[in-house]
């Protein structure tokens, strides 16, 4: 049995390298809170666990998201509850991202858009 890695000090970047590794084209990342990070592709027709990382928690989601908005997209999202941009992870694809704030616990997809 593998032992399955800490969320604490990894940065989004690396789940979302994983993710247009699996991807092939279109595919989405998906944080909830209360399971593993996965990744979806051809519109959820298929899920990928990665499962070598540990269940998400709230504080894993905040820090993971956080980590990567202006503080002004940080009042928008807390005010709104909700907030979409795109971002590119080391400039290896880009995302859309959807954050969604649900039963005070947030809920983020990263969807592929593109790859370098």
Wanted: with cysteine.
């Amino acid at each position: 049995m593998t032992e399955e890695m800490s969320l604490d000090e990894v940065h989004i970047d690396e789940l979302l390298c994983k993710t247009a590794q699996v991807g092939f084209g279109v595919s989405t990342l998906h944080l909830f809170v209360g399971r593993t990070p996965y990744v979806s592709l051809m519109g959820g027709r298929s899920l990928v666990e990665l499962s070598d990382y540990e269940v998400v928690s709230p504080v894993h989601v905040q820090r993971l998201v956080y980590d990567i908005l202006s503080k002004e997209q940080i009042a928008a999202f807390e005010s709104n509850g909700q907030l979409e941009f795109d971002y590119l992870a080391q400039y290896i694809s880009w995302f859309h991202v959807q954050l969604l704030s649900k039963k005070g616990d947030i809920v983020a997809n990263f969807r592929m858009t593109s790859s370098k």
